[in-house]
């Protein structure tokens, strides 16, 4: 069975939204945004680019708004078929395996950098890189999100 479309789903994206603004303690959207807007607006017009991944042992992306999409070079089918060692080198993925255990104990962390890699194989850096953990309503653990604004 496949995953849902989570681009615009409002319930996907109040657990991204939320799960953000519990452990970050700010929110990504702009005030007033609620279910449907707030998805739209996050998979569309977010000035940032947002990824998240699954809870499987190998994680695959759940998530890719249209400019993760565009830093990485995936569209959204190719996107949430991906597993999200993949978006890092060969090189980089010891570090980024570090850094995503440390979120799953900690909760979130900000200001990480990383060199990632395109689907055409062309290398770049991810800054100012924000990963929280999502977490539902009945506390259970869904997976990992990440915001970087600058690449």
Do not use: I
């Amino acid at each position: 069975m496949s995953e849902p479309d989570r681009s615009t789903d409002p319930e996907f994206c109040a657990l991204l939204l939320g799960s953000y603004h519990k452990l970050v303690g700010s929110q990504l959207e702009p005030a007033g945004l609620f279910s449907a807007d707030a998805a739209r607006w996050l998979y569309q017009e977010a000035p940032f680019a947002v990824l998240a991944h699954d809870t499987a042992a190998d994680p695959v992306f759940s998530y890719a708004n249209e400019r993760a999409q565009r830093a990485f070079g995936y569209d959204w089918a190719e996107f949430t078929a991906l597993p999200s060692r993949l978006s890092a080198g060969p090189q980089s993925r010891e570090e980024r395996k570090q850094f995503l255990s440390s979120v799953r104990r900690d909760g979130f962390a900000s200001g990480y950098r990383g060199l990632r890699v395109r689907k055409n194989g062309e290398r770049f850096w991810v800054r100012d890189l924000t990963l929280w953990n999502l977490v539902d309503a009945a506390g259970t653990y869904r997976g990992q999100a990440a915001v970087f604004r600058e690449q």
